[in-house]
């Protein structure tokens, strides 16, 4: 399995809401990573987790909280969002320190939040 | 922090011709600069990359240059094809980190 899957592929969530994102990863990386990437921009690095603990916290709101319970699964929690997080949200993983290894990306969640 | 710029924003070539597209970092400790292409509504995709020990890399039709130097690497695609046509991205990274930073990108749109 040379994939990263998330699920759901879409959500849709009011600002009140509480919802996760899941990702997962087969491949035994010991690290992973969440991106938030807006229209016509970049991906922008939020959290990465290495050998699962968090390494990098890119001074995300605290209305994302990571958690990754194992090395194969990644997941976000999102709590009271604001419209402007509205966004397409990858998970990445690589076999180790990113300065090392190519980072797979996962398809994305695209969350709209009304 | 790195900081990554990405020039030119949107690139059109002709069926055939090549494209280059150029990026300059600033972290001296950057090391690891990969290439993503990006299609409308996919996830970003590694396409080359190049590590600091190296000045050239080639892989059939696209290859990378880096000049640590002047701290600015460049891909080139040669023989553009209409499924070329995406966004591309560069990005650097140092040694001792996890933190990508990526370039805001280039719209390639090659004419058939």
């Known amino acids: 399995d040379t994939e990263v899957t998330q699920t759901p592929k879409h959500l849709v969530m009011g600002m009140t809401n509480k919802k996760s994102l899941k990702c997962e990863q087969h491949?035994?990386?010991?690290?992973m990573y969440w991106y938030k990437q807006k229209a016509k921009k970049p991906p922008e690095l939020m959290f990465v987790?290495?050998?699962?603990?968090?390494?990098i916290n890119e001074s995300v709101p605290s209305r994302f909280s990571p958690e990754c319970p194992n090395s194969s699964l990644l997941n976000l929690h999102l709590h009271a969002l604001q419209p402007e997080d509205s966004a397409l949200y990858l998970c990445?993983?690589?076999?180790?320190?990113?300065?090392?290894?190519?980072?797979?990306f996962g398809p994305g969640t695209r969350l709209t939040v009304t | 922090g790195e900081n990554v710029e990405q020039h030119p924003s949107t690139l059109s070539v002709q069926e055939g011709d090549s494209a280059v597209i150029k990026c300059t970092y600033s972290d001296s400790a950057s090391n690891y600069f990969p290439w993503y292409k990006q299609e409308l509504g996919k996830r970003p995709q590694l396409i080359i990359d190049i590590r600091s020990n190296v000045g050239e890399k080639k892989d059939q039709r696209i290859a990378v240059t880096l000049n640590k130097t002047a701290k600015h690497f460049s891909l080139h695609i040669t023989e553009t094809q209409p499924e070329d046509s995406a966004v591309y991205f560069c990005?650097?990274?140092?040694?001792?980190?996890?933190?990508?930073?990526f370039g805001a990108g280039t719209r390639l749109t090659v004419k058939p």
């Open positions: 990005a650097a990274i140092a040694y001792n980190n996890n933190d990508m930073r």
């Open positions: 491949m035994g990386h010991r690290a």
């Open positions: 987790y290495s050998y699962e603990k968090l390494s």
């Open positions: 990445a993983s690589s076999p180790g320190l990113a300065a090392s290894y190519e980072q797979y």
